[in-house]
């Protein structure tokens, strides 16, 4: 039951993004997991209602996948706004689902998304401006991973 008093966040859509990547380098298998590096290669377009511009390339996501089939997310990388401003991104979170999907979403072949959860906690750093509003919210994200690209849909709670 929930207090009186408590606030319920709410979400605010900030925008929807596309990234190229290239194929996965494997680190193997470590004390705590598979661990690879997914390449982020830009070229992907960030769209929505308060942020338009392109990611930039040159990052990586750096994954573990767990022993309990679940994989650990650690993307740094950056966005370039429409109007010039370089924003960084840290985004940490978890992709897991039945084997069977995330067999398919291994081997290259395009899954539903609703299939399997993606989400992910960007935090971004924004120079003081237009976007600084960026540095004062908490920001949820919802994926999907494609064979040589990734969709990000983000929030603002509010």
């Given at each position: 039951m929930i207090q009186p008093g408590a606030v319920r966040p709410g979400l605010e859509f900030v925008y929807e993004a596309t990234?190229?990547?290239e194929p996965p380098v494997a680190i193997g298998e470590t004390y705590d997991?598979?661990?690879r590096i997914i390449p982020i290669v830009g070229g992907g377009r960030v769209?929505?209602?308060l942020i338009k511009g392109r990611l930039?390339?040159?990052?990586?996501?750096w994954q573990v996948t767990r022993?309990?089939?679940?994989?650990?997310?650690d993307a740094i990388y950056a966005l370039e706004t429409d109007d010039g401003v370089v924003i960084q991104i840290r985004n940490r979170g978890l992709r897991h689902g039945p084997p069977e999907v995330m067999q398919r979403l291994a081997s290259g072949q395009e899954v539903d998304p609703a299939e399997y959860y993606f989400r992910?906690?960007?935090e971004f750093i924004a120079p003081v401006g237009k976007y600084d509003w960026m540095n004062r919210s908490i920001f949820v994200c919802s994926g999907a991973r494609y064979p040589l690209g990734i969709k990000l849909w983000v929030w603002?709670?509010?």
């Open positions: 990234g190229d990547l997991g598979t661990r769209e929505g209602p930039i390339g040159n990052a990586a996501d022993p309990d089939g679940v994989t650990v997310a992910t906690v960007p603002r709670v509010t």
